[in-house]
């Protein structure tokens, strides 16, 4: 399941993911949540891959981000 996916099954704003996930600024996680060919697309760091795991119950996967 892609991030977005999960944020927006939950109806969080991309700021309310951010919070929860302890991440600086809702841009960058509105970034995790694009699609992969998108140029401005960023895959999170090891600490938030960990943090997205746990939030997620481990619906969104470390491979959700590089398979389109």
């Not at 998108?38 to 398979?67: C, E, W």
């Amino acid at each position: 399941m892609k991030l977005n996916e999960y944020r927006m099954n939950k109806k969080w704003s991309y700021g309310r993911l951010a919070m929860l996930l302890g991440c600086s600024h809702a841009t960058v996680c509105r970034r995790w949540c694009l699609p992969t060919s998108h140029p401005n697309s960023m895959i999170p760091d090891r600490k938030f891959m960990r943090a997205i795991l746990r939030l997620t119950d481990g619906a969104v996967q470390p491979n959700d981000f590089y398979m389109e």
